[in-house]
């Protein structure tokens, strides 16, 4: 079975930093690409990141670009996102989400991580 | 950037009917690249077609999509009480590499 579970999200402060994992089994994590996906609270979902298998690849978001790291480690499968001079405006559950290279689509999701930036 | 646009915004049906949703694109995309998704509330989105009309594993058969160029539609055949949830629509671009549309909010009427 398939699974994706995301941790570190919590409350910051406008300016600072945090850093998500994600953690992945039941697949084999080095073939396939993997996302993040964000949702603001109350609002619909907005894609954030994206990563190739072998890293060799990796994709943002305007909204995020040279604020935020999108990095794996294949061999534990885990999935990462730093996130640096974070905003009001990234708040949001954030999910992990493994992406099918075929048909461009987000096959599998975790239950997310809530980010909230405020003072 | 290709924006897509859902709707209805809510649509109010009974449990037994069928439902239509739309999803419009800005410009035209490849059926290859359309996926929806549907989300309860508190969960993740769960991936129910792509490729605009293949099911994924697991999806009952009242699920079907259509569609091509600028439009696509999620049908429902047959509402079950489970199928109350918020769809989107999503496409797969250049720039921005994924967007989702706004979504639709089926409820119980």
């Known amino acids: 079975e398939v699974q994706l579970v995301e941790s570190g999200g919590g409350l910051v402060k406008p300016g600072g930093s945090l850093r998500l994992s994600c953690a992945a089994s039941g697949f084999t994590f080095s073939s396939y690409s993997m996302n993040w996906v964000r949702q603001a609270p109350g609002k619909g979902l907005e894609w954030v990141s994206s990563i190739s298998s072998s890293s060799s690849y990796i994709y943002y978001a305007d909204s995020v670009k040279g604020r935020f790291t999108i990095s794996r480690d294949n061999a534990k499968n885990s999935l990462y996102l730093q996130m640096n001079s974070l905003r009001a405006e990234d708040t949001a559950v954030y999910y992990c989400?493994?992406?099918?290279?075929?048909?461009?689509?987000?096959?599998?999701w975790g239950q997310g991580t809530l980010v909230t930036v405020s003072s | 950037e290709i924006v897509l646009t859902q709707s209805p915004g809510t649509l109010s049906l009974s449990p037994g009917e069928r439902a239509t949703l739309s999803c419009r694109a800005s410009?035209?995309?490849?059926?290859?690249?359309l996926a929806w998704y549907q989300q309860k509330p508190g969960q993740a989105p769960r991936l129910l077609i792509y490729?605009?009309?293949s099911r994924a594993t697991g999806i009952p058969d009242r699920f079907s999509g259509s569609g091509s160029g600028t439009d696509f539609t999620l049908t429902i055949s047959r509402l079950e009480p489970e199928d109350f949830a918020v769809y989107y629509c999503?496409?797969?671009?250049?720039?921005?590499?994924?967007?989702f549309g706004q979504g639709t909010k089926l409820e119980i009427k």
């Open positions: 999503q496409q797969y671009g250049s720039s921005p590499l994924y967007t």
């Open positions: 410009q035209s995309i490849s059926s290859s690249y």
């Open positions: 989400a493994r992406g099918d290279d075929g048909y461009k689509t987000f096959d599998y």
């Open positions: 490729g605009a009309s």
